[in-house]
């Protein structure tokens, strides 16, 4: 299932981006684990809450070049990064990219995709526990309150 994204932080950033409501712009800040760069871009799904970071549900999107901050694109969501302290990550794939735009599953995704986010995060955290695109499917329906009475 493809679900439409908004890019906080292009792959290879060493900063993180925020929009600011009240200015209208986006804010950058010193990333306050790593200064290591994003190995994916990161951002997140519009109309999720997740109660863990109080905020949106994040997601790592996979694409052959970086992607501009505030750009909204299509995602093909393909895998879940649970992690230890409840900011799980949704994991995606550009639809629209030449390279990596024709995975549809977890198992597909190349390894050593998997393995730079893993590095990333062992950076600063413990890394958490990958599910397939079922797991990040029910995450994102929790997030978006389907089902919630």
Known sequence: MDYRVVIEDPRG??????????????????????????????????????????DALDVLVISTDPLETGSQVDVRVVGLLLRPDGDDKVLGILTSDPIFGGIARFQDVPAEQIQAIDDWFAEWSQIGQWRDEAGARARIEKAAGVGDA
């Open 13 to 54: 950033s060493t900063v993180r981006h925020h929009w600011d409501e009240e200015s209208q712009i986006w804010v950058e800040k010193p990333h306050p684990h790593t200064s290591s760069p994003w190995p994916v871009n990161y951002g997140y799904l519009p109309d999720t809450w997740n109660p863990a970071d109080q």
